[in-house]
């Protein structure tokens, strides 16, 4: 027993003091710190879009600038909201909605609802003498805002439009209009705006029989189409340029389409409107009745009575055990491969003899595996621990995330399946590589006999987000008990509270598994650690098996 403690330790050490192990035990925290703090530092340091608009129709350029409008409104009204949460006093929290919990959609109707109301009033709260006359009656208000607060700054706008350049007429057809502003939407060149030059984002073109290329339902829409794409195939045919019909936009940045819908929205919803009024309809009582809207509460028949009701833990409680599958997977994967290559290593260089001359196989296969477990508990508790503290310092609903999240673990008991499946997935898995790395000298054999055992460890991550919509379907039941499979497959089911029969009899066919697998590993091991040469057959290797 001490011979497996040492050589556990040495193992520990040896490793511990690895480049690998350190990039790996804080890659992970580093990760998620980028995830949270420098995604939305790159969200606000993105820069402003500047797009011309040319509508030769005269029908849509209001309803556009409009929308832009709202859009920009309602990214002051996020910013003041932060503002006050910031530096409000807590009679004043407590009765705000946090901002960053506020869904952009779900802004957007707050603030349509408000200009509703309030009409042209709006424009005049957003801007920056509105927004200060707001913020001192807020800080005289008893419970206002502290005293010691920084000024409130205006965030910058997503989108801007800038004018054609003067030497170009509007009028003129959109096609030459869209090759003479080809230049600019390519960065060639640039355009004069507040006295800066600025590069072009986008050119959105509105012709003015831009109403011949409405699409209609019904008959008339299926003729249209028809006739459309016959012209489109007669004129390639005769190898001419396809006319284009309809409006244009032209963007060289294909990755952002936020412009790009929010002009096809503003479109379709004027057109909605005309459409009412030329059929005689009330256009404000439709936008009224397509307002209205019925909600459906979530409940949950496995709750008590009166409590029914599916909170934000209910949901973090059906989800959480897909990260653990993942942070499972990652862990088996990444010391059990540490297993093989040092094996391998200690193997090619004749170490393993001198650690033989002074223990046996079993106790060196032993001490091998408890080593290699310390290294991963130790990884896997630093990125859990990591992961919490990150959230908790970090600002607005993430905050608010671990908390819920700590009571569905230690409520739940996911914490205990967790570390028995890891201890049982990693004596498994390790058991194998370990058997891997005995029969090979060299890693590129390591990884030419790794094949199989990949395939095999991909259908965990295949299966993984689909486990939970059917925790106790006829798929993750098959999956359970494969013992390749259950750590995996019973983990990602642990929150579903599958059948006692699924829970106790997969564990013990695991623990049989492992144990049976343990066994072979060690006949494997005992035999193919000081073999040279090319790696046994697989008719010896069952030789060694039944010996």
């Given at each position: 027993?001490?011979?497996?403690?040492?050589?556990?330790?040495?193992?520990?050490?040896?490793?511990?003091?690895?480049?690998?192990?350190?990039?790996?035990?804080?890659?992970?925290?580093?990760?998620?710190?980028?995830?949270?703090?420098?995604?939305?530092?790159?969200?606000?340091?993105?820069?402003?879009?500047?797009?011309?608009?040319?509508?030769?129709s005269?029908?849509?350029?209001?309803?556009?600038?409009?929308?832009?409008?709202?859009?920009?409104?309602?990214?002051?009204?996020?910013?003041?909201?932060?503002?006050?949460?910031?530096?409000?006093?807590?009679?004043?929290?407590?009765h705000?909605?946090?901002?960053?919990?506020?869904?952009?959609?779900?802004?957007?109707?707050?603030?349509?609802?408000?200009?509703?109301?309030?009409?042209?009033?709006?424009?005049?709260?957003?801007?920056?003498?509105?927004?200060?006359?707001?913020?001192?009656?807020?800080?005289?208000?008893s419970?206002?805002?502290v005293?010691?607060?920084?000024?409130?700054?205006?965030?910058?706008?997503?989108?801007?439009?800038?004018?054609?350049?003067?030497?170009?007429?509007?009028?003129?057809?959109?096609?030459?209009?869209?090759?003479?502003?080809?230049?600019?939407?390519?960065?060639?060149?640039?355009?004069?705006?507040?006295?800066?030059?600025?590069?072009?984002?986008?050119?959105?073109?509105?012709?003015?029989?831009?109403?011949?290329?409405?699409d209609?339902?019904?008959?008339?829409?299926?003729?249209?189409?028809?006739?459309?794409?016959?012209?489109?195939?007669?004129?390639?045919?005769?190898?001419?340029?396809?006319?284009?019909?309809?409006?244009?936009?032209?963007?060289?940045?294909?990755?952002?389409?936020d412009l790009?819908?929010?002009?096809?929205?503003?479109?379709?919803?004027?057109?909605?409107?005309?459409?009412?009024?030329?059929?005689?309809?009330?256009?404000?009582?439709?936008?009224?009745?397509?307002?209205?809207s019925?909600?459906?509460?979530?409940?949950?028949?496995?709750?008590?009575?009166?409590?029914?009701?599916?909170?934000?833990?209910?949901?973090?409680?059906?989800?959480?055990?897909?990260?653990?599958?993942?942070?499972?997977?990652?862990?088996?994967?990444?010391?059990?491969?540490?297993?093989?290559?040092?094996?391998?290593?200690?193997?090619?260089?004749?170490?393993?003899?001198?650690?033989?001359?002074?223990v046996?196989?079993?106790?060196?296969?032993?001490?091998?595996?408890?080593?290699?477990?310390?290294?991963?508990?130790?990884?896997?508790?630093?990125?859990?621990?990591?992961?919490?503290?990150?959230?908790?310092?970090?600002?607005?609903?993430?905050?608010?995330?671990?908390?819920?999240?700590?009571?569905?673990?230690?409520?739940?008991?996911?914490?205990?399946?967790?570390?028995?499946?890891?201890?049982?997935?990693?004596?498994?898995?390790?058991?194998?590589?370990?058997?891997?790395?005995?029969?090979?000298?060299?890693?590129?054999?390591?990884?030419?006999?790794?094949?199989?055992?990949?395939?095999?460890?991909?259908?965990?991550l295949?299966?993984?987000?689909?486990?939970?919509?059917?925790?106790?379907?006829?798929?993750a039941?098959?999956?359970?008990?494969?013992?390749?499979?259950?750590?995996?497959?019973?983990?990602?089911?642990?929150?579903?509270?599958?059948?006692?029969?699924?829970?106790?009899?997969?564990?013990?066919?695991?623990?049989?598994?492992?144990?049976?697998?343990?066994?072979?590993?060690?006949?494997?091991?005992?035999?193919?650690?000081?073999?040279?040469?090319?790696?046994?057959?697989?008719?010896?290797?069952?030789?060694?098996?039944?010996?």
């Amino acid at each position: 027993m001490r011979a497996i403690f040492l050589i556990a330790l040495r193992e520990y050490a040896e490793n511990a003091k690895t480049k690998g192990f350190w990039i790996g035990l804080f890659l992970f925290p580093v990760i998620i710190f980028a995830s949270i703090f420098v995604q939305k530092a790159l969200e606000e340091s993105t820069p402003t879009r500047h797009f011309i608009l040319v509508d030769q129709s005269g029908l849509y350029g209001t309803s556009i600038r409009e929308d832009i409008a709202k859009t920009y409104r309602s990214d002051v009204a996020r910013a003041l909201g932060e503002y006050v949460q910031d530096h409000g006093v807590n009679s004043v929290e407590q009765h705000l909605p946090d901002p960053e919990k506020l869904s952009a959609d779900l802004l957007d109707g707050m603030m349509a609802k408000a200009e509703s109301v309030m009409g042209p009033e709006m424009d005049a709260m957003f801007t920056p003498a509105g927004i200060e006359v707001m913020l001192t009656q807020m800080a005289t208000a008893s419970g206002g805002l502290v005293e010691d607060r920084p000024p409130f700054e205006m965030p910058k706008a997503r989108f801007q439009e800038v004018s054609l350049p003067i030497e170009y007429d509007a009028d003129l057809p959109i096609d030459e209009l869209a090759k003479i502003l080809r230049p600019y939407l390519k960065g060639e060149k640039t355009i004069t705006h507040d006295g800066e030059q600025i590069q072009l984002f986008a050119a959105a073109l509105l012709p003015r029989d831009i109403q011949e290329s409405i699409d209609r339902p019904g008959m008339a829409g299926l003729l249209k189409m028809a006739a459309d794409q016959e012209s489109a195939r007669k004129a390639e045919a005769d190898g001419e340029a396809i006319a284009r019909k309809g409006g244009q936009f032209w963007a060289a940045n294909l990755a952002d389409a936020d412009l790009k819908s929010r002009i096809q929205r503003s479109i379709n919803n004027e057109l909605h409107h005309t459409e009412l009024v030329l059929r005689g309809l009330d256009a404000d009582a439709v936008a009224e009745v397509n307002e209205t809207s019925l909600s459906l509460s979530s409940l949950d028949p496995k709750k008590d009575e009166g409590k029914e009701e599916v909170s934000m833990a209910d949901k973090i409680r059906q989800w959480a055990p897909v990260g653990f599958v993942y942070l499972l997977w990652i862990g088996i994967f990444t010391i059990s491969q540490m297993l093989l290559n040092n094996t391998v290593e200690e193997k090619s260089n004749r170490i393993i003899e001198v650690l033989l001359s002074s223990v046996t196989a079993a106790e060196l296969m032993l001490g091998k595996l408890a080593g290699i477990a310390g290294i991963g508990i130790t990884m896997i508790g630093v990125w859990m621990g990591s992961l919490i503290t990150i959230l908790k310092l970090s600002s607005g609903p993430e905050a608010e995330i671990p908390n819920v999240l700590l009571d569905v673990l230690l409520g739940s008991g996911l914490i205990y399946w967790f570390v028995l499946y890891f201890c049982l997935g990693y004596l498994l898995y390790a058991g194998i590589f370990l058997a891997i790395g005995s029969l090979c000298n060299t890693i590129k054999d390591a990884q030419n006999m790794m094949g199989p055992i990949m395939v095999i460890m991909m259908v965990p991550l295949i299966t993984m987000m689909f486990i939970p919509k059917d925790p106790n379907g006829t798929l993750a039941t098959i999956l359970s008990w494969i013992p390749l499979y259950t750590p995996f497959t019973m983990m990602n089911r642990a929150a579903a509270d599958p059948p006692m029969f699924d829970k106790i009899g997969t564990l013990v066919l695991l623990v049989c598994f492992t144990f049976f697998t343990l066994l072979m590993v060690g006949k494997v091991f005992r035999a193919g650690i000081l073999r040279t040469g090319q790696p046994p057959k697989f008719r010896e290797l069952l030789t060694w098996i039944k010996s």
